[in-house]
């Protein structure tokens, strides 16, 4: 059971716009709980013209840590006073820590792909991966998969997106191409890749019938995960598990960039399980948003 909040409890929290459906108090609330902490997780609805007050409200307020979502992600890093490399490479940070008035900036969504991958027994190493979609969760993504993979392809509609992360990423040393998303390109792609990611918003609800990948581009040698978690089982999730593909959905990607956050704010091992049926239980609620 919860420990009563008295004037010792720690608190965090997510700031975003909207922000009433986000998921991060129930799966941290759950951590904080089953850990025996005396910290509580809360959500605030921030408006862009209001997120610098917000930011250095939450600091004055001693709040410990946050998380930042939509539309915040880029913006809250000019209020940072230290950035680890992941913001700095992507201009982005989805959590802070307040170090006694310091505020320290991370970004934890690639590192969410990359542990949902590999704990979902898929290795990278030697391996080519296809990304489709060029946006800030298909770049964190991107930046992340870097160190592991040989080879990665990204596809987005706006190509020029694509390129940019492309170009962005040729220090890392290893083949990387950015190219125009269309059916063609996607089946030629799939061709010679072992592990496709949608990191594109298609499949999301309420469009659930959408896919961008044909069935039949699908095999069972191919890992698909889908970053998408409204629905859990996106269109395709059930094309490529009827393909006999192995799938990783988005909720396992919501789950660990989660626990990083948690791990970065507490130092204790995130419980992934607690963390994950939090995340079920709540996400038979629908029009989710983390
Ligand atoms: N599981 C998780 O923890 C997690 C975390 C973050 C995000 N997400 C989900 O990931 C998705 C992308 O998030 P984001 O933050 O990267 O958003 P974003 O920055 O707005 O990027 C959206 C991406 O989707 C592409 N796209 C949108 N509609 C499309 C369509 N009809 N056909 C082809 N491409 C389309 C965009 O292409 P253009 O650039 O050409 O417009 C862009 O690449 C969202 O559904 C979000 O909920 C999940």
């Known amino acids: 059971m919860r420990m009563a909040i008295s004037g010792r409890t720690e608190v965090f929290a997510v700031i975003g716009d909207p922000i009433e459906h986000t998921l991060s108090p129930a799966m941290h609330n759950a951590a904080f709980e089953y850990?025996?902490?005396?910290?509580?997780?809360t959500a605030f609805r921030v408006t862009s013209d209001e997120l610098e007050n917000a930011v250095r409200?939450?600091?004055?307020?001693?709040i410990r840590g946050l998380n930042v979502t939509m539309p915040h992600k880029s913006s809250v890093t000019e209020f940072l006073d230290w950035a680890d490399p992941s913001v700095k490479f992507l201009g982005a940070a989805n959590t802070i820590v307040n170090e006694r008035g310091r505020l320290r900036g991370f970004n934890t969504d690639g590192i969410g792909?990359?542990?949902a991958l590999k704990n979902n027994g898929i290795t990278l190493t030697g391996k080519k991966v296809l990304v489709l979609g060029a946006g800030g969760a298909a770049k964190a993504i991107a930046f992340s998969l870097m160190k592991?993979?040989?080879?990665?392809?990204?596809?987005?509609?706006?190509?020029t997106k694509a390129r940019e992360i492309a170009s962005a990423m040729k220090?890392?040393?290893?083949?990387?191409?950015?190219?125009?998303?269309?059916?063609?390109?996607?089946?030629?792609e799939l061709q010679d890749s072992d592990v496709l990611i949608n990191a594109t918003s298609v499949g999301m609800a309420p469009c659930t019938s959408e896919s961008l990948v044909h069935p039949a581009w699908l095999k069972p040698d191919l890992r698909v995960m889908d970053i998408v978690y409204n629905p859990i089982e996106t269109k395709l999730i059930r094309d490529a598990k009827t393909?006999?593909?192995?799938?990783i959905n988005g909720l396992e990607m919501l789950l660990y960039q989660g626990a990083a956050s948690f791990e970065i704010w507490t130092q204790c091992k995130a419980?992934?399980?607690?963390?994950?049926?939090?995340?079920?239980?709540r996400l038979?609620?629908?029009g989710a948003t983390v």
């Open 271 to 281: 419980p992934i399980d607690v963390m994950r049926s939090a995340l079920l239980s």
């Open 113 to 115: 792909v990359l542990k």
């Open 35 to 41: 850990l025996g902490l005396d910290f509580v997780f």
């Open 171 to 188: 220090p890392f040393g290893k083949i990387i191409e950015g190219n125009n998303l269309t059916p063609q390109q996607i089946q030629v």
């Open 284 to 286: 038979s609620c629908a």
């Open 148 to 159: 592991e993979v040989d080879e990665l392809c990204i596809l987005n509609r706006d190509a």
């Open 243 to 247: 393909a006999g593909a192995k799938v």
């Open 57 to 62: 409200g939450a600091c004055a307020l001693g």
